[in-house]
């Protein structure tokens, strides 16, 4: 049967916990078996507490002994302290475990997100509406005819360039031969129509610009006839309608200054030819100053009437 032993060393200067159950104590050398225990089974063994990690101590010495001052002692003779056991062998080291999983850290995870809101969904279709409708296809391209259609429009326009455009393009698609002949018919008349019509506008210019000058330099004579040059080789629009209703009431205004000068020196004659020439313009701007003349015109018939009248024989 084995000793008991103790967990503690039972040295109580001593103290210390014991790696393993042994005989002596590996610190002091102490024995650990109580005394007047003999044959006892050994209790159970607790289980191992690790001691702490601390130097191990210096081996203890016994206080020395007083000497009286009286009667020298002989030094006493220290015991011989027994040999110190052997160290037990460390245990094996236990295998290392593998540290535990730590949990995912909290911030790595996003956050859940938030479900999509009904007005958001009406935006986004909103938005791809206008997309659509701005970039959907185009409409069903037109036809040869109504594009020859156009380019003639353009043609009509004296939009020479345009129509010659159309023209290629038509050619480039290879349209009907004969969409492409009326196309180029009809480009080929605009542009000898347009080329008179610059040519003419061009010579409206220095017509226009001569029977202004004309005008302000009081001769509506010269006036008229410059305007009746440029009508006679272009022919009348608006623009000559307008100027030449201007021309005759110069003309007009020029024989009502005239008859008041007939007026004046008592030329009932003169006074009636102007007036007659006045009327032949029929212009409503002068109406009124015509009506005044010609009541003078009255007045004067009448004056020489009753100057012409013989008087009353004498002796009657």
Not at 105 to 132: C, D, E, K, M, Q
Not at 241 to 263: P, S, T, Y
Request: charged share 20%; proline share 16%; net charge positive.
């Amino acid at each position: 049967m084995l000793e008991p032993v103790n967990e503690i060393c039972l040295n109580t200067a001593c103290g210390r916990y014991l790696p393993l159950r042994v005989a002596h104590c590996p610190f002091c050398g102490a024995r650990q078996v109580a005394q007047g225990v003999q044959n006892v089974a050994p209790a159970m063994p607790a289980p191992p507490v690790p001691p702490p990690a601390v130097p191990p101590p210096q081996p203890r010495m016994p206080p020395p002994m007083p000497v009286p001052l009286d009667k020298p002692a002989p030094a006493p003779v220290p015991a011989p302290a027994p040999p110190p056991a052997p160290a037990p062998a460390a245990p094996p080291p236990l295998p290392a475990k593998a540290p535990p999983a730590k949990p995912a850290a909290r911030g790595s995870v996003p956050p859940p997100r938030p479900p999509v809101r009904l007005r958001t969904w009406i935006a986004a279709a909103v938005v791809l509406t206008g997309i659509w409708f701005y970039n959907k296809p185009a409409d069903k391209p037109a036809s040869v005819a109504e594009q020859v259609d156009t380019a003639m429009a353009l043609a009509a326009q004296c939009d020479l360039d345009g129509a010659r455009s159309a023209l290629a393009v038509l050619k480039s698609a290879k349209a009907p031969a004969a969409q492409l002949k009326r196309l180029q018919a009809s480009i080929t008349t605009a542009a000898s129509a347009c080329e008179k019509q610059q040519r003419r506008a061009q010579a409206w210019g220095a017509a226009q610009a001569a029977v202004n000058q004309a005008l302000e330099g009081g001769k509506p004579e010269l006036a008229a006839t410059r305007l009746a040059a440029h009508v006679k080789r272009w022919g009348d629009d608006p623009d000559t309608l307008e100027l030449d209703a201007r021309v005759k009431v110069a003309l007009a205004g020029a024989q009502l200054d005239a008859a008041d000068a007939c007026l004046a020196k008592g030329d009932r004659v003169c006074l009636e030819s102007r007036l007659i020439a006045a009327e032949r313009y029929k212009r409503p701007e002068l109406a009124e100053r015509t009506q005044a003349l010609r009541t003078a015109l009255s007045q004067l018939l009448e004056h020489s009437l009753l100057d012409a009248a013989p008087g009353p024989a004498p002796g009657q």
